[in-house]
């Protein structure tokens, strides 16, 4: 089974400040990474597909790049907001799975 | 407006059962793969179970197999998620999320809507 490793467990940053958070996978997954945010009380929001893809309707301030097994989220500019906790999710195309990483949270300064 | 909602989740005891109900509206139900996720208390999101646009295929995480089942009634735009030999580790909030791959085409893993959750505690 495929372990994503996100890092650093919690960030605390200010509005404005740049966030960067990793996701490392124990063995490859291609471009197979995606990005949630996840905020208190609700369900997760996908941000990010395959790496570098933004969803439908995500600030352009969200970029997503890596291939392989390290991944980077980058918020370019913190706006309040965006203070939440991010996963990075993989999935294998045979047989079908799914796995989390363990999240990161985004804390305000 | 693409909408999933969950119901079914209360307190059972260990070795019991359960059935997860999601009502999905909004969009065209058959045409999509769909997923369980359950989230721990305080926990991180674990993947469960998905289900192909026709119920033909489906495929489980190692920690419910054989004891979990998903299955779909399309004519009702539902999903379902049978639980049986429950255990305290179970204990979570379970979303229902759309797979956002092409329509009746291959499943892509990723979710691009969610549910609010039902939440399944298994208890004595």
């Known amino acids: 089974e495929i372990v994503l490793t996100q890092s650093p467990a919690t960030l605390s940053l200010s509005p404005g400040e740049r966030a960067t958070l990793s996701c490392r996978a124990s063995q490859s997954v291609s471009s197979y990474l995606a990005w949630y945010q996840q905020k208190p009380g609700q369900a997760p929001r996908l941000l990010i597909y395959?790496?570098?893809n933004r969803a439908t309707g995500i600030p352009a301030r969200f970029s997503g790049s890596g291939s392989g097994t390290d991944f980077t989220l980058t918020i370019s500019s913190l706006e309040p907001e965006d203070f939440a906790v991010y996963y990075c999710q993989q999935r294998s195309n045979w047989p079908p799975r799914v796995t989390f990483g363990q999240g990161t949270r985004l804390e305000i300064k | 407006e693409v909408q999933l909602v969950e119901s079914g989740g209360v307190v059972v005891q260990p070795g019991g059962s359960l059935r997860l109900s999601c009502a999905a509206s909004g969009f065209t139900f058959d045409d999509y793969a769909m997923h369980w996720v359950r989230q721990a208390p305080g926990k991180g999101l674990e993947w469960v179970s998905l289900i192909s646009w026709d119920g033909g295929s489906t495929y489980y995480a190692d920690s419910v197999k054989g004891r979990f089942t998903i299955s779909r009634d399309n004519s009702k735009n539902s999903l379902y998620l049978q639980m049986n030999s429950l255990r305290a580790e179970d204990t979570a909030l379970y979303y229902c999320?759309?797979?956002?791959?092409?329509?009746?085409?291959?499943?892509?893993?990723?979710?691009?809507?969610w549910g609010q959750g039902t939440l399944v505690t298994v208890s004595s």
């Open positions: 999320a759309k797979d956002d791959g092409p329509v009746r085409g291959v499943i892509i893993g990723n979710f691009d809507y």
């Open positions: 395959d790496a570098s």
